[in-house]
T-cell receptor, first 113, second 110 residues
């Protein structure tokens, strides 16, 4: 039974570029949450998707957007990248709207030059 | 706004020592509390959770946590740690839109 898978593992971008990160939830899960984890800090909630809609959002600017597909997989898009966007981006899956994250992926390490 | 404070950044213990990691929270709604663990080289995983009822909750691998409403605390405990408990531990509040603390790194010396 596959857990949460994220791609790519690592990514290097320059300021002003755009990036798309991908996540496949654990089999049987229908809800995907995205988190940003800066070095030495805990994960910060970006948003949660359920039934292909953004259900909850954290304190992140509109440059951060997402999408959920009918197969429950999800994408996180970040536009106009800033140096401060360098972080580990975690995807977590769960069952049901508003559910707490149950299973996390290994994350995508995004570095902005 | 909800927030979580983990008092200890790094804890070092010898095997068989008792463990208590502090967690204090502020939250305006129904309190849902969690502890997550991240073992070296592995992904975050849920250790235990509290929604309601018995304030003493038991999780995997012999961990437990006690919800004390009057102190806004949800401390993690284990009577006797093992070398394999070396990991980073995160406290979180709120289901769905979870707020995490900055984590406590636990090192257990054999």
């Amino acid at each position: 039974d596959a857990g949460v898978t994220q791609s790519p593992t690592h990514l290097i971008k320059t300021r002003g570029q755009q990036v798309t990160l991908r996540c496949s939830p654990k089999s049987g899960h229908d809800t995907v949450s995205w988190y940003q984890q800066a070095l030495g800090q805990g994960p910060q909630f970006i948003f949660q998707y359920y039934e292909e809609e953004e259900r909850q959002r954290g304190n992140f600017p509109d440059r951060f957007s997402g999408h959920q597909f009918p197969n429950y997989s999800s994408e996180l898009n970040v536009n106009a990248l800033l140096l401060g966007d360098s972080a580990l981006y975690l995807c977590a899956s769960s069952l049901g709207a508003g559910a707490q994250p149950q299973h996390f992926g290994d994350g995508t390490r995004l570095s902005i030059l | 706004a909800q927030s979580v404070s983990q008092h200890n950044h790094h804890v070092i213990l010898s095997e068989a020592a008792s463990l208590e990691l502090g967690c204090n929270y502020s939250y305006g709604g129904t309190v849902n509390l969690f502890w997550y663990v991240q073992y070296p080289g592995q992904h975050l995983q849920l250790l235990l959770k509290y929604f309601s009822g018995d304030p003493l909750v038991k999780g995997i691998k012999g961990f437990e946590a006690e919800f004390i409403k009057s102190k806004f605390s949800f401390n993690l405990r284990k009577p006797s740690v093992q070398w394999s408990d070396t990991a980073e531990y995160f406290c979180a509040v709120g289901a769905g839109k979870s707020t995490f603390g900055d984590g406590t790194t636990l090192t257990v010396k054999p």
